[in-house]
């Protein structure tokens, strides 16, 4: 069983640019839910995509936008970076339905923005 | 709205010794809970986890957490720490609010382990 995958590792970016992070789901896993860690605290919910579709989102801008592939890998894109989006960025996948709680997470990506 | 406190910001704990890592949540229905381990740099690993049934769960590395509906609790413990439990641990609800199924966290407790 291949567990979440993320890529990079870490990026580092200035103010302004975009940013594409990638997340490969657990086998058999059909949603994927994408945080938020900034340096001390816990996760904030992005947002979640289930089947392709957006599924919920959290208290982000619309500049953070996703994508859920056919084969349930997702993106998260995030357009005019902003210092205070430097953070490590954690993909979890779950499965549907009452399972969707109980999330498997991939090692995040650290963002550092200048 | 729905919440997930952890009182204790930093815990230090001996090799040997027991240890409870303390989380109060606050939401309406059945909470489903869960712990989850952070080492540093790294993402987050399921310790364990409550939907319904007994009280008592456990989970991998040997802890095991308690479930008490009259105290809105779910306290993380093991029995005796080792030296690579050091790391840190948050709580987490599983929240329907707004349509959103989601997981809200707690803070977290960073645990240090002296030998």
């Known amino acids: 069983e291949t567990g979440v995958t993320q890529s990079p590792t870490h990026l580092i970016k200035t103010r302004g640019q975009q940013v594409t992070l990638r997340c490969s789901s657990q086998?058999?896993?059909?949603?994927v839910s994408w945080y938020q860690q900034a340096l001390g605290q816990g996760p904030q919910f992005i947002f979640q995509y289930y089947r392709e579709e957006e599924n919920g989102r959290g208290n982000f801008p619309p500049r953070f936008s996703g994508l859920q592939f056919p084969n349930y890998s997702s993106e998260l894109n995030v357009n005019a970076l902003e210092l205070d989006d430097s953070a490590l960025y954690l993909c979890?996948?779950?499965?549907?339905?009452?399972?969707?709680?109980?999330?498997?997470f991939g090692p995040g990506t650290r963002l550092t923005v200048t | 709205a729905q919440s997930v406190t952890q009182p204790d910001i930093h815990i230090t704990v001996s090799e040997g010794a027991s240890l409870e890592l303390r989380c109060n949540y606050s939401?309406?229905?059945?909470?489903?809970l869960f712990w989850y381990v952070q080492s540093p740099g790294q993402g987050l690993q399921l310790l364990l986890k409550?939907?319904?049934?007994d009280t008592l769960v456990q989970g991998i590395k040997g802890f095991e957490a308690e479930f008490k509906r009259s105290q809105s609790s779910f306290n993380l413990r093991k029995p005796s720490v080792h030296w690579s439990d050091a790391a840190e641990y948050f709580c987490?609800?599983?929240?329907?609010?707004?349509?959103?199924?989601?997981?809200?966290w707690g803070l977290g407790t960073s645990l240090a382990v002296n030998p």
């Open positions: 409550y939907f319904s049934g």
């Open positions: 939401y309406g229905a059945t909470p489903y």
């Open positions: 987490a609800v599983g929240s329907n609010a707004g349509n959103n199924r989601k997981l809200i």
């Open positions: 086998s058999g896993h059909n949603t």
């Open positions: 979890a996948s779950s499965l549907g339905d009452r399972k969707i709680y109980e999330q498997y």
